[in-house]
């Protein structure tokens, strides 16, 4: 391992760490959880080549005994958080599904929580597989993305799901956001078609005063999220579960993740 590729891997490790760290993960769990991604990564890079894949080639490329290899192979990886991908579905259905639009307003409606049509409890058989409406009116009023009105309705409160005081949901952001960033960060670094690289890009300035980060906060708070429901009213448009009528040929995942973070900057090297 170069040097460059060292000091990244450090770095995204090291920040890892302070995570299990928090969370009381032993370095050998960290370890055999790293073992289990190189063997599958190993098994799909070797599918996708055409090779022939057998315990005995994974072995020698990874470095791990047979009989580690043939046990990891065995291994099945879990749902990372259904909870939080059946609550963007009910949200996105609530935004675009005529049925539960407003139609004098264009905005999502107030809803009945029964009936036959236009109502939540109708919402979420549609969009959430098999949450109840129960359940699922509960988890959006925890994350305070809807309420009960006084006559028995459910109104919507925010048009984004995120989760608010669940770790275990936050973490399981974790291991659905961060993958995504580093996918496309290594689509970057093959790709030899300047017209084929991937939008990546941050602003970042490194001498700002404390006292202006909560307007910033709240500029990319307001800015960021009415770019980012524009692009989900177009993904929408063009998504085969959403869209039927749309043509084409694959199944393909696309979208556009936007992250705020703040830290003490490091200090600046003294003039010699």
């Known amino acids: 391992m170069d040097n460059m590729l060292r000091s990244a891997f450090y770095r995204i490790v090291k920040t890892l760490m302070r995570i299990l760290y928090r969370k ?3 370095l050998g769990d960290f370890t055999q959880l790293v073992k289990q991604a190189y063997v599958d990564v190993v098994e799909q890079e070797l599918v996708r080549s055409g090779e022939r894949v057998t315990t005995s080639r994974i ?7 047979r009989k580690d290899v043939a046990q990891l192979r065995e291994r099945e990886e879990q749902e990372t958080s259904p909870r939080y991908n059946r609550g963007m579905r009910v949200l996105t259905g609530w935004r675009h599904d005529e049925e539960f ?3 004098a307003t264009s905005q999502p409606a107030i809803l009945p929580f029964r009936g036959e049509r236009g109502s939540f409890e109708r919402l979420v058989q549609r969009y959430s597989g098999d949450m109840s409406a129960f359940a699922m ?10 309420r009960e009105t006084l ?10 799901y995120i989760p ?14 961060v993958p995504l960033l ?3 960060i290594d689509h970057n670094l093959t790709c030899r078609d300047p017209l084929e690289l991937r939008y990546q890009r941050k602003v970042s300035y490194n001498n700002l005063p404390e006292e202006v980060l909560p307007e910033f906060r709240a500029f990319v708070r307001q800015d960021a999220q009415q770019l980012l429901l524009r692009f989900n009213d177009w993904l929408y448009q063009h998504d085969r579960d959403h869209t039927p009528d749309v043509q084409g ?10 992250f705020y973070f703040e830290q003490p900057a490091e200090p600046k090297e003294p003039k010699q």
Do not use: H
């Open 59 to 65: 072995a020698a490329i990874t470095g791990l005994t």
């Open 182 to 184: 580093i996918s496309t």
């Open 249 to 258: 040929t694959g199944r393909m995942q696309a979208g556009v993740g936007i």
């Open 101 to 103: 639009i407003d139609p």
């Open 151 to 160: 006559d028995g309705g459910v109104q919507m409160l925010s048009q984004v």
């Open 164 to 177: 608010q005081g669940d770790e275990g949901e936050k973490i399981a952001l974790l291991g659905m956001d």
């Open 24 to 26: 009381g993960v032993a």
């Open 137 to 146: 009116l509960e988890e959006m009023k925890r994350i305070q993305v809807a």
